[in-house]
């Protein structure tokens, strides 16, 4: 079977640069949208790479990960990651204490610090485009003082979408959690159990 080729690099594709607003990316596809579509005898191929590459970089949760990791779309990793963690909390638990009880209160408070995160990065972005909105200059020319502060609610935005990703994903990690139930046993020795059962 022939390997599948990487996805071009977006900002490639449609000729921004990174640090490009949404109004630049939009533009910039529907420039290159029309330059190449099928119908005004572009390419098919070179359209369709276009439209992708917009896919990525109007979604600030995908234009995040890309710039992170330079991935298109992100792995399902919910179930390896709770495997992992319910064996780390399986082996922390105290003698009588559920594992099952001990990840869940984690997630949770994962959760409420995620979400608190979140929020703050959102409320930090809408004040950056309302102050952004009142910066004026005076002579002509780009507003670069305003450009500034949309480009850095842009960024909070991406952040803010990317901590969105994180709760969804310890939602997923919960929802598979509630389907397990956990016998309690009683406290024991476990050295004193082992070394009495082979000196018998």
Known sequence: MKPRNKPADPY????????????????????????HHPDANGNAANFREINEAYMILRDPGKRARYDATGETEQKDTALNDL???????????????????????RLRNDGKQTLAAKEDLLQRAVKLRRRAAKVTRKSAGPNILAIALINHADGLERKASSAQDELDRLSKMQAILKEYDFERDEPFDAYKFTFTKWSQ
Do not use: C, M, Y
């Open 12 to 35: 490639t594709a449609l000729g921004v640069p990174k640090d490009a607003d949404a109004e630049t990316i939009r533009q910039a596809h529907r420039k290159a949208a029309k330059k």
């Open 83 to 105: 495997i992992q963690l319910f064996v780390a909390a399986a082996e922390i638990a105290e003698p009588g204490e559920s594992p099952l009880e001990l990840l869940a209160r």
